[in-house]
């Protein structure tokens, strides 16, 4: 089942151009989007108070990624909940609230219970998962199957970068009755269309990731700064470096550096920045030379062709990637994190597919 693959990771990473062109099937339509599970609700959605995103893990990063272009599109409010908080503090769901669940398997216990939370409160319950007839599928009053096909990895990659995409479409769905933002719609949807053959673009650093997480074998530690559309990134790349390759890595807020993180700057600890190109860019290049003033050990994710803008004087490392439509570049971003966290572990001698302590789905509290 793993083919020409050494693992199920390498293989779902590396299976990315596939699985996203088979979550968009059928649904990218005469310039516009089509989704069948939602169409009957979308007015309903259009009306609601508040979008509420519920998951857990990689999921619930997923959606943090997706929060920014929906509140964009469809002008309306999104908070984010992570599942088990939201019911340890039994926060307010209300009936004019669109409650959106993400999850892979859709039998994560936590996301759930918190759909039960939600129904009890009568809010509009919206299931965004990978699994035909799952629970979550089940009891939502509807959804979006994801269709990236089955992941057995426990680490989440193929399913994270789906994930993206559907509520992406989902987003275009809801905010394709405004006049003012055809035109931006016209471009994600143009974005969405060359996304795949971007991505086959970006998994040709994998020997370049190899590399760098050679550099990075003895290493204690490892953060990754983000913001805007890629603070999801920062989030989902040290989540990876950590459940799999068994590092400590924290994803931070580029915006809140200098409010902590800026004392653990040295020559040792090895910061990834990301500042591909969007509206952000200008920020994360006064970060990049506030890190280097500190002698700060930077690996910078930037656009292609944006090497010497991020460091004028070679004094760090850079990946560079393709760039899409701006709301789409996590998709792309992420892509380079997955090998090198992939790479670390196989170097470290861990198990990729079963990493210690952990699970494919948390059925349980
Ligand atoms: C559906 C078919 C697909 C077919 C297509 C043709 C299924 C599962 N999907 O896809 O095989 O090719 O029509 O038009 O038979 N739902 C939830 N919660 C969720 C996810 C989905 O309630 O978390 C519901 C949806 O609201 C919808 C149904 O499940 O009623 C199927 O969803 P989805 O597979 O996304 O719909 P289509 O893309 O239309
Ligand atoms: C587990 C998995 O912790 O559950 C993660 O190991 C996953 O990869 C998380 O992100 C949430 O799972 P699901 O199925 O709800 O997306
Ligand atoms: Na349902």
């Known amino acids: 089942k793993k083919g020409s693959y050494d693992h199920f990771m390498q293989k779902e990473i590396h299976e990315q151009p596939h699985s996203l062109t088979t979550t968009m099937r059928g649904r990218l339509k005469d310039g516009g989007v089509l989704l069948g599970g939602l169409k009957e609700h979308l007015k309903t959605i259009r009306r609601c108070r508040r979008v509420v995103f519920i998951g857990c893990g990689t999921s619930y990063n997923a959606a943090l990624a997706a929060r920014t272009f929906v509140e964009e599109l469809t002008g309306i409010p999104v908070t984010?909940?992570?599942a088990s908080d939201l019911l340890d503090r039994q926060g307010p769901i209300y009936r004019e609230d669109t409650a959106v669940f993400v999850s892979q398997s859709g039998e994560t216990a936590d996301t759930l219970l918190a759909l039960d939370y939600a129904l009890e409160n009568g809010a509009l319950c919206v299931g965004i998962t990978n699994t035909v007839g799952s629970t979550l599928s089940r009891k939502?009053?509807?959804?979006?199957h994801i269709?990236?096909?089955?992941e057995?990895?426990?680490?989440?990659?193929?399913?994270y970068t789906s994930q993206i995409v559907a509520m992406a479409m989902m987003a275009l769905a809801i905010g394709s009755d405004q006049i003012s933002t055809q035109a931006r719609r016209d471009a994600i949807i143009s974005g969405l269309t060359s996304l795949p053959s971007c991505v086959s673009e970006v998994l040709k650093l994998d020997a370049e990731m190899k590399e760098l997480a050679y550099s990075l074998i003895d290493s204690e530690s490892l953060l990754v700064f983000?913001?805007?559309y890629n603070y999801a990134t920062a989030l989902e790349g040290a989540l990876k470096v950590k459940e799999v390759a068994l590092m400590h890595s924290e994803g931070m807020l580029a915006g809140e550096m200098k409010h902590g993180p800026l004392a653990l700057v040295d020559e040792n600890l090895p910061i990834i920045v990301i500042a591909t190109h969007d509206a952000c860019f200008s920020k994360q290049q006064s970060?990049?030379?506030q890190l280097l003033s500190r002698k700060g050990r930077l690996i910078v994710m930037c656009s292609k062709g944006d090497a010497s803008a991020v460091c004028p004087n070679g004094s760090c490392r850079v990946i560079e990637v393709p760039?899409?439509?701006?709301?789409?570049?996590?998709?792309?971003?992420?892509?380079p994190l997955q090998l090198l966290a992939y790479h670390l572990t196989v170097l470290r001698g861990f198990d990729v597919d079963q990493p210690r302590n952990?699970?494919?789905?948390?059925?349980t509290q």
């Not at 269709?147 to 089955?150: E, I, V």
């Not at 057995?152 to 399913?159: D, E, L």
């Not at 952990?358 to 059925?363: E, G, I, R």
């Open 323 to 335: 760039g899409v439509a701006d709301c789409l570049q996590p998709v792309i971003n992420i892509i």
């Open 226 to 228: 983000g913001r805007g």
């Open 80 to 82: 984010m909940e992570v």
């Open 140 to 144: 939502t009053h509807c959804g979006v």
């Open 152 to 159: 057995i990895g426990v680490a989440s990659t193929k399913a």
């Open 358 to 363: 952990l699970a494919k789905s948390v059925t």
């Open 287 to 289: 970060v990049i030379q």
């Open 147 to 150: 269709n990236a096909g089955c």
